[in-house]
Structures are given as structure tokens and as C-alpha cells.
């Protein structure tokens, strides 16, 4: 065998080997996966809990539906910038939880909760918002909502929270996830306290994926030609045990 061809096979012989061990370009997933030699190694990190906060619902409300621009039955709609959220929820591998339960609620354009312990009542209540959501993800582990842009509003006299929108995810066998998702280029999250804590506890790469990018695309289905979407992936700790 010439130089040349010896030194093709061999090249070939580490494509081979490479492309059977999964570490061509782009699959760094497969690189862990040898690396630590487990499946689990595969999947991105948590997503990060995050505190509930004071304003969970405690007024039930007849509607909870994933239209929270409008009341059912009224013609009038929310104030504010209408957004859509399309989500995944996924296990701890990765895959999708189908029928897990999400909570969604926040505040209104204003900066409101529907709470009576809320203290920002400078900010008015927007009687056409619906404030609250109850979702479950489809067969894809999917869900979507469409919301306006809340408010930013006053934690203390120093601090104002980011635009924020809370989540709580209830899926059968893992634990309860609570947490808070957020609009990039917002100014206020890079000086947000509890975006702060979370990334000292959980690191950028975590902390990141629940800061959220909101753009319309032409080429989308539906509303999202016109409204701007943003997609938010929701990693649970934990795998559902799948009951026999
Ligand atoms: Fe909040």
C-alpha cells in the first residue's frame, strides 16, 4: 500500500470509529453519553425552579382557558403587547410529559395581580384580563397560550421584577416543578435578584432557558404570522414511572 492510500485508510478507519462512537460534529450529546457512559448525560440540565411568589391565585375564576386576552363570553379585550408562548414539557431524558398540568398566571399590562394581598394598587386591575390559565401538554408533551405582555412592578422601593410570567407543572411521578419565565432584551433582568440567585445556583446555561426570545414569523401557522411567539422548554427533574 502507497503513503497515500495507507494514510486514506486510516483516515477512513477514524471516521468509522468516530462516526460509531457519535462524536461527529453536532452530536456533543453523544460525546457525553461516551464520556460519562450513561444515557442521562444526554439530556440538558433542569429547567430551574423559582420562588411562587405571593400571587398564586386564591379567587377561583370560571374561565382558565389559554386565551387570557379575553374573558369567555365578552367581546372586549385585555390592554397591552398580545403574545403567544408555545411550550414543550420533558422529562429528565428528554422526552415529552404528556398531560402534565401547568398553572400560568401573572400580572396585567399594569403591573397587577388579581390578588387581594397584592400591594402595587397604584397599578389598576384590567377587568377584560384573565390573569390565570389552567393547560395540560397534548400527546407531544405541547402546549401554548396566548397572553398579553405583563407589567413590570415593584418588589420593593428599590427593586422592580423583570416581565415575568409564573408557571407551576404537575406531572405524575416527578416532582412539582414552580417557576418564572422571562422576555429577552428586558433591561430589568440583568439587574433582577432572583435572576440572579438563580444563576449563581444553576448557572448561565440553565438560568438562560427561561429568558425567552418573542418574534413573529412569516413563514409560521396561524397568529404567530402576526403575533410575536416565543417558545419556552420546560425540563423536569425527573422521568414519570409509566404505570402498567
Ligand atoms: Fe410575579
Not at 379567587?59 to 398580545?82: C, H, I, P, W, Y
Not at 414539557?89 to 422526552?95: I, T
Not at 412592578?153 to 408557571?167: E, K, L, N
Request: glycine fraction near 8%.
Amino acid at each position: 500500500m502507497t503513503d497515500k492510500k495507507q494514510s486514506e485508510s486510516s483516515k477512513q478507519s477514524r471516521r468509522d470509529f468516530i462516526s460509531k462512537a457519535g462524536l461527529v460534529a453536532g452530536t456533543t450529546a453523544g460525546a457525553g453519553a461516551i464520556l460519562f457512559g450513561s444515557a442521562d448525560a444526554l439530556a440538558a440540565a433542569p429547567t430551574p425552579s423559582q420562588t411562587e411568589g405571593p400571587f398564586f391565585p386564591i379567587r377561583d375564576q370560571a374561565d382558565k382557558d389559554a386565551d387570557l386576552t379575553r374573558l369567555v363570553g365578552s367581546d372586549k379585550v385585555a390592554k397591552g403587547e398580545v403574545v403567544m408562548v408555545k411550550g414543550i414539557v420533558l422529562d429528565a431524558s428528554d422526552k415529552p410529559v404528556v398531560g402534565a398540568e401547568i398553572d400560568v398566571w401573572q400580572a396585567c399590562e399594569s403591573g397587577r395581580y388579581n390578588h387581594p394581598q397584592d400591594p402595587n394598587t397604584a397599578a389598576p386591575l384590567d377587568e377584560n384580563f384573565q390573569y390565570w390559565a389552567k393547560l395540560q401538554t397534548d400527546a407531544e408533551g405541547r402546549f401554548a397560550f396566548k397572553t398579553i405582555k405583563p407589567g413590570a412592578y415593584p418588589a420593593t422601593s428599590t427593586w422592580d421584577r423583570p416581565t415575568h410570567i409564573h408557571y407551576r407543572i404537575k406531572a405524575w411521578g416527578v416532582p412539582t416543578l414552580t417557576t418564572q419565565m422571562y422576555f429577552k432584551d428586558d433591561a430589568l433582568n440583568d439587574i433582577d435578584q432572583i435572576l440572579i440567585a438563580t444563576r449563581r445556583r444553576y448557572g448561565d446555561e440553565a438560568t438562560d432557558s427561561l429568558i425567552v426570545d418573542f418574534k413573529t414569523d412569516e413563514g409560521a401557522e396561524g397568529e404567530s404570522k402576526k403575533i410575536p411567539t416565543g417558545t419556552f422548554t420546560i425540563r423536569l427533574s425527573g422521568t414519570p414511572r409509566i404505570q402498567d
